[in-house]
């Protein structure tokens, strides 16, 4: 569904869908305070707060039925975007460590590794908000993250501006999304696979 802005709006369709009923007496189906929160927080955290391209009239729509549902939409950002814990920023001073400008600054590229989590006690969600973090660098149109998973893979996750376009660089390698947030799953060495990305994005820089 290339206008959601989160799995969330999809899950909150289908709820809506079994509330309403069908007329042949399928019962009714409504979303408690408690599911409004999670709703709400898997909106408000894939929007990025409401600030990302993928932010649409509809996600706001949205927002709105799910705050009357009864989601704490300040509890949720105080939680999801600004609460960080110390072991958190010590694996955000690693991975800024690995930050790498391409073409001038337009293009970021940054990894985290299974050995920064083992060595920040912390675990691969605590990066969520990393991606969100490097492409509000200034000058900064696409952003590359790699992250290490247990089997030695990288996940990869691609940002872009509304000028751009990562979906169809994750979907040549297997993977899906949409026009500004895109993702796949590679195998090899990173720096080499930086390169290629960041030789496959650039001309969009022109």
Not at 35 to 49: E, I, P, Q, V
Not at 155 to 168: E, I, K, P
Request: overall charge negative; some cysteine.
């Amino acid at each position: 569904e290339p206008v959601a802005s989160s799995a969330s709006l999809l899950v909150l369709r289908v709820i809506e869908t079994l509330a309403a009923g069908g007329g042949d007496g399928a019962p009714a189906f409504a979303v408690n305070a408690s599911m409004a929160s999670n709703l709400y927080a898997g909106l408000y955290t894939d929007t990025g707060g409401f600030r990302f391209p993928n932010t649409l009239p509809l996600s706001f729509e949205a927002a709105g039925r799910l705050v009357a549902a009864g989601a704490d939409a300040a509890e949720v950002a105080e939680r999801t975007l600004h609460e960080r814990t110390p072991a958190s920023l010590a694996l955000l001073a690693r991975v800024l460590d690995t930050f790498e400008y391409h073409h001038g600054g337009r293009l970021l590229s940054l990894r985290v590794t299974r050995a920064m989590l083992a060595a920040t006690g912390t675990v691969m969600a605590d990066t969520e908000q990393f991606t969100g973090l490097a492409s509000a660098v200034r000058g900064v149109r696409f952003v590359v993250f790699l992250k290490e998973r247990e089997d030695g893979a990288w996940r990869v996750s691609l940002r872009t501006d509304a000028a751009g376009d990562v979906h169809a660089a994750a979907s040549r390698r297997g993977g899906g999304g949409h026009r500004q947030a895109a993702g796949c799953t590679l195998a090899g060495d990173p720096a080499t696979l930086v390169a290629e990305l960041v030789a496959e994005l650039a001309p969009q820089l022109d």
